[in-house]
């Protein structure tokens, strides 16, 4: 009898051992399976989903097979891991191991926004209503009601996101991607303010900030910015206007057809520092930390006046006469490849771009 029972229990070790090479062996022949693919395509995998329910989908497009072998390793090896919704880029030379890597590290496909220094409001909503994977929340509400849904009520949205390329994937809401950007620019404001210099003439960290909008307005060149908030500020400290060409076309809005006119620097309206004292009420833009840390640390000197040179950079004058002649100079008498702000950069052809990562 007891030999009998040796010889069962030998035979129900070698059949366990049998049993366990064979599903050790299905279930590497399914993890190392290429998935049938001819290109690349992107597997969207939704909020709830289970990594059953995908290997399940994917079996029945003859994408992969043996999914309950692969189901069977998951629930065994990665039961614990969660599964992020999201987008997820399948190659044709990727194994099926590949793919439950793809899922374990939740390696989804990210898609970016950026957003530029000097761009307004409007335009910041026009490039969220072209991200197609975005989730779009904000369409037919109004900026009153989208700074509401910030937890802002009765603020103005102008200048109060910080320009920067924010990542998101499929699925994230449009008004996540505000408050990503609002939380920067408070973050930097925040940091540049306990930084300041002593003795400016702001009420606050807000007004700074409309500063800094009116020097990112004022010149794309980086070694002028100083400069040209120190002009500000020494006009604001004499009572002098700001006579600032961006603010005017900021208050014309849509009117504004690329030419600034005479008639326009003598409209009244809240934004004309050709007719308003002090700054204007708002900001006029996004601005960069380089803009903000410009109004905060403005530039000693005499200048009152500047004026466009035609290659995006600026002449500095301490009075008007001197003023008068430099505009003379290059604005009246300008070349045919005057610019207000610098050229920009070339773009390298196709073949030397680089994705990003």
């Known amino acids: 009898m007891i030999r009998k029972l040796l010889i069962l229990l030998e035979v129900g070790v070698l059949l366990g051992g049998l049993a366990l090479g064979f599903c050790a062996w299905r279930q590497r022949e399914a993890l190392q399976q290429p998935l049938a693919l001819a290109e690349e395509r992107l597997l969207e995998v939704p909020t709830g989903s289970t990594p059953g329910g995908l290997l399940g989908e994917l079996e029945s497009e003859a994408v992969l097979r043996d999914s309950f072998w692969l189901r069977l390793y998951w629930r065994f090896n990665l039961s614990g891991q969660s599964l992020h919704s999201g987008e997820y880029r399948l190659t044709p030379n990727m194994s099926a191991a590949d793919l439950l890597r793809l899922w374990q590290h ?104 409309i500063m800094a909008s009116l020097v990112e307005k004022e010149t794309g060149v980086p070694s002028e910015r100083g400069q040209i ?57 996004l601005v960069g930390r380089e803009a903000i840390h410009a109004a905060l640390h403005p530039e000693p000197g005499s200048s009152l006046y500047f004026v466009a040179r035609g290659d995006g950079s ?44």
């Open 106 to 209: 939740g390696e989804v496909v990210q898609y970016s926004l950026t957003l530029v220094e000097g761009w307004n409001f409007h335009q910041v909503r026009q490039a969220l209503e072209k991200q197609t994977k975005l989730e779009q929340t904000l369409a037919g509400v109004d900026d009153r009601e989208l700074m509401a849904r910030l937890g802002e009520s009765g603020a103005h949205p102008e200048g109060r996101f910080f320009p920067d390329t924010y990542r998101y994937v499929r699925g994230t809401k449009d008004i996540d991607l505000l408050k990503q950007a609002r939380q920067r620019l408070q973050q930097v404001l925040d940091e540049e303010w306990a930084q300041r210099a002593e003795g400016l003439p702001y009420a606050d960290a807000y007004q700074a900030l």
């Open 229 to 285: 908030a120190g002009v500000f500020i020494r006009r604001l400290g004499l009572g002098m206007l700001l006579q600032t060409d961006p603010t005017v076309i900021y208050g014309l809005g849509e009117r504004y057809n690329g030419k600034l006119t005479r008639a326009h620097l003598r409209e009244a309206n809240p934004y004309n520092t050709y007719m308003v004292a002090g700054l204007p009420p708002t900001p006029i833009s």
């Open 314 to 357: 600026h002449l500095f004058s301490d009075d008007l006469e001197s003023h008068n002649r430099a505009v003379r100079e290059y604005q009246l008498k300008r070349r045919a490849d005057y610019r207000s702000s610098p050229a920009p950069i070339p773009v390298p052809p196709q073949s030397q771009q680089k994705e990003a990562p």
